[in-house]
């Protein structure tokens, strides 16, 4: 898989795990599909971690059909890996390595009602599909607003930005 990013381009020191991760990216001319979460302000692909045992594909079609409730996916096809180094804040690891691949896909057919996690429900995340522009552009006024480091947000507008320019410009 082509890679996208690393950020930071040096990895963090010391006691790292990796966490491995799929990303959905759904279009409909200029909409994607995305997440969005009341708590943050924010849009994000739909997808998350692996389990145990669990392929990327199988990861990618569990997360994208629970976090947006979608019948029907079709059509996977790699895009990229971004890759981040974030510190831990958590005794057993100083470093978490997320390695994050994102695949297109087509959805076809009727949604059901979204299956989130109590935390994702709790934080007010739910599924639209919203113009790539429009949400690039929020995230990035989120992004200037918020007082935290916005590392998800900074991998969430590259994102975007790869996505807009390699699939719909």
Request: proline content about 4%; hydrophobic content about 35%; some cysteine.
């Amino acid at each position: 898989m082509r890679s996208l990013n690393t950020m930071p381009i040096v990895p963090l020191e010391g006691n790292q795990f990796t966490r491995q991760t799929t990303r959905a990216i759904v279009l409909d001319g200029d909409k994607i599909l995305l997440l969005y979460t009341a708590r943050y302000d924010d849009y994000t692909l739909p997808g998350g971690g692996v389990d145990e045992g669990e392929s990327l594909e199988d990861a990618l079609l569990r997360e994208l059909q629970e976090e947006t409730g979608a019948k029907e996916i079709m059509h996977i096809a790699p895009f990229g890996r971004y890759e981040e180094y974030r510190v831990w804040h958590k005794a057993d690891f100083d470093v978490i390595h997320i390695v994050s691949d994102c695949y297109i896909c087509t959805i076809c057919g009727n949604f059901d009602a979204p299956q989130m996690e109590g935390y994702e429900s709790a934080n007010g995340m739910s599924p639209v599909w919203v113009d790539i522009n429009i949400a690039i552009e929020h995230n990035k006024k989120t992004l200037a607003n918020s007082p935290k480091k916005g590392l998800s947000l900074i991998r969430e507008i590259s994102l975007l930005e790869q996505i807009r320019t390699a699939l719909l410009t």
